[in-house]
Nanobody
Framework: QVQLVESGGGLVQPGGSLRLSCAAS????????MNWYRQAPGKQRELVAT???????NYADSVKGRFTISRDNAKNTVYLQMNSLKPEDTAVYFC?????????????WGQGTQVTVSS
């Protein structure tokens, strides 16, 4: 079965930076769009950033200009560089892999990594 494992979360002060990583098992990367979601307590999960199989990126307005998503297909890894962090960025961040094929769709999730922005 496909597994996604996030890492790189932690405690950081406002204005600081973190780099999240998501490592995927197997050779599943090249045809998948990769996404980062986040969820704060009492809030619904929101899409933060996406990168397509072709390398196109999109970001939520709340993180645009501060976060950068990238991927390394040779390493089956997607990254989220988070700069100028704000307290409202505090959440559990989840990695997601998605692919719509002709016959069906494929959708996988990691367990999440905690990001806390606080002074």
């Amino acid at each position: 079965q496909v597994q996604l494992v996030e890492s790189g979360g932690g405690l950081v002060q406002p204005g600081g930076s973190l780099r999240l990583s998501c490592a995927a098992s197997g050779s599943i990367f090249s045809m998948y769009a990769m996404n980062w979601y986040r969820q704060a307590p009492g809030k619904q999960r929101e899409l933060v950033a996406t990168i397509t199989s072709g390398g196109s990126t999109n970001y939520a307005d709340s993180v645009k200009g501060r976060f950068t998503i990238s991927r390394d297909n040779a390493k089956n890894t997607v990254y989220l560089q988070m700069n100028s962090l704000k307290p409202e960025d505090t959440a559990v961040y989840f990695c997601n892999a998605y692919r719509r094929a002709l016959t069906r769709s494929y959708d996988y999730w990691g367990q999440g990594t905690q990001v806390t922005v606080s002074s």
